[in-house]
């Protein structure tokens, strides 16, 4: 069993496979093009197996594949096989933007994949294109439903933005209502990489826009979900991330591991550990011992909550969110 400093249990790893994307989304990555991280700095998907069954075998339970866009990289469905192949009961995740998902969905569920989150921002052509600096819509919307077609347990993500998207609340909730699907409204957490010109909505003005429509009710959060779970009348639940009032470090349960091989033990703090070395070298007692440092040194609490708009210096598309 992985237990950090102040006794958290630490059960799920987050991977990302590559920083690198086909969206530009204002929220995350910088607008001018900027150079991506070499190719042959990355992990092969082999040697980040190797260190995910040292992560399994030492008492990781959850893992979510994420990036940058993870189907970017070749042979994911292989990789997600890999994991699935070596503990089948794994709670295996994806985070898509979900552009490729129409033509892999299917291959990715029969690999093994369970559960898919994937962004959606908005329902309306022009705002996503403005959003993710590119004509996203119906691919995505094709992917939603490729999908659900395949079987995969599917959650939205939204991120709402002032004067961008924010009318468009309700309408991705009722969107997901219909199809039996949870939305999760994430609050913009500020970073350095994101556009000066976007501002989100506070989790309070998130529920205003939906209590305009529907009456709610809080339900709470689920073990170490950072999402806090509310219900509609008609027991629709939906779900509200919102770092800035809620402090969830009190049960965070996660680890993240880069594309490059970065351990990261906090999405808020620069600190991280490189297990490159040691798992290229096939020394997996060093990387295992990396791991366990870097859990043992995990912060208590991030920063979103000490003052408005603190800004990290952590790239989202690099950790994976
Ligand atoms: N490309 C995939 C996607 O967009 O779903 C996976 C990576 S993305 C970094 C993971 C999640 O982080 C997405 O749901 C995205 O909306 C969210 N995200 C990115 N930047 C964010 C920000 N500044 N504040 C809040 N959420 C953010
Ligand atoms: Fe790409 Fe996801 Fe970041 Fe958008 S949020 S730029 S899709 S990594």
């Given amino acids: ?96 933007n979900g552009y490729l998902l129409a033509e892999s969905a299917q291959k990715l569920a029969d690999a093994g994949l369970k559960r898919i989150n994937i962004s959606l921002d908005s329902l309306k052509p022009e705002v996503a294109e403005k959003i993710a600096q590119k004509d996203v819509l119906s691919n995505v919307l094709e992917g939603i439903e490729n999908s659900l077609k395949a079987g995969l347990k599917v959650k939205i993500n939204m991120v709402p933005l002032k004067g961008i998207n924010d009318n468009e609340i309700v309408d991705i909730l009722d969107f997901c209502k219909e199809r039996g699907i949870q939305v999760r409204f994430i609050e913009y957490m500020e970073n350095s990489y994101a556009s000066n010109d976007i501002k989100g909505l506070n989790g309070k003005e998130i529920l205003e826009k939906i209590k305009e429509k529907y009456v709610i009710k809080k339900i709470g959060r689920e073990g170490s979900s950072p999402a806090f779970h509310y219900k509609l009348e008609d027991g629709y639940i939906f779900g509200l991330i919102d770092p ?41 007692q060093k990387a295992t011992q990396i791991m366990k440092e870097v859990i043992r040194n995990k912060p208590e609490k991030n920063r979103w909550s000490e003052e408005e708009a603190q800004t990290s210096n952590r790239a989202f598309y690099e950790t994976g969110g």
């Avoid at 600190?271 to 096939?282: L, N, Q, R, T, V």
């Fill in 1 to 96: 069993m992985l237990i950090d400093g102040y006794g958290r249990k630490i059960d799920y790893l987050r991977v990302s496979v590559t920083e690198r994307c086909n969206f530009r989304c204002q929220y995350c990555m910088p607008e001018k093009p900027f150079s991506w991280v070499p190719r042959e700095n990355l992990l092969s998907f082999e040697d980040l197996f190797k260190f995910i069954k040292v992560a399994i075998d030492e008492g990781i339970k959850k893992i979510r594949i994420t990036g940058g866009e993870p189907t970017l990289r070749h042979d994911l469905d292989k990789f997600i096989k890999m994991i699935y192949d070596y503990k089948s009961d794994i709670d295996l995740a994806l985070t898509t």
């Fill in 244 to 284: 800035h009032k809620h402090d969830f470090c009190e049960n965070c349960n996660r680890i993240r591991l880069t594309a490059e091989g970065y351990l990261i033990p906090c999405l808020y703090f620069d600190e991280a550990m490189s297990i490159k070395e040691a798992i290229e070298a096939g020394d997996i």
